[in-house]
């Protein structure tokens, strides 16, 4: 399977359709088309390490984004828990299924500025991706089961899709 594109939102030129590059993303990336699902770390982990809750094997055919963040936070834990020899393939795997949103200056920024309400370091840079995502996909949907990263996006009024 072909990794899906890492999107850089910030290029002057418009792509070949004359639209902006995150206007082409909805239903154009990896999976089987329709929405697309923002998927948090919780998500990723539960599936590599076989919790009691993960999504089914045919949710990882949709299209998918997250921010490039998703990346490092699963290879540390990955790393922390001694498990790259046994679960690299499988988590390269995942990761290979996620279009990533580069940690672009907008992003940053936005996660510089306070939330209405009390929020995690590494949750305020992926709830500034999913703002910045929806701006141009407003359908855009979370799946998480981090339950303070669920109450965030309730509260800040993004959906939250059960995967």
């Known amino acids: 399977m072909d990794r899906p594109s890492v999107i850089d939102p910030c290029p002057a030129a418009p792509s070949e359709s ?43 055919n949709q299209s998918l984004i997250s921010s490039r963040l998703l990346e490092y936070e699963v290879w540390n834990r990955i790393h922390a828990r001694g498990l790259a020899r046994s679960h690299g393939e499988a988590t390269n795997s995942l990761l290979g299924r996620v279009a990533f949103l580069e940690l672009v200056p907008p992003v940053l920024e936005r996660a510089l500025e306070p939330f209405p309400m009390a929020v995690r370091t590494l949750d305020a840079l992926h709830l500034s991706s999913i703002r910045f995502l929806r701006q141009t996909i407003p359908s855009l949907a979370v799946a998480t089961y981090d339950r303070k990263m669920t109450d965030a996006c309730r509260h800040l009024r993004f959906p939250v899709a059960a995967p």
């Open 18 to 60: 004359g639209r902006g590059p995150l206007q082409d993303l909805e239903g154009s990336l990896g999976g089987q088309g329709g929405p697309l699902t923002y998927v948090d770390t919780s998500v990723l982990l539960a599936t590599l390490l076989a919790e009691d809750r993960c999504p089914p094997a045919h949710w990882w």
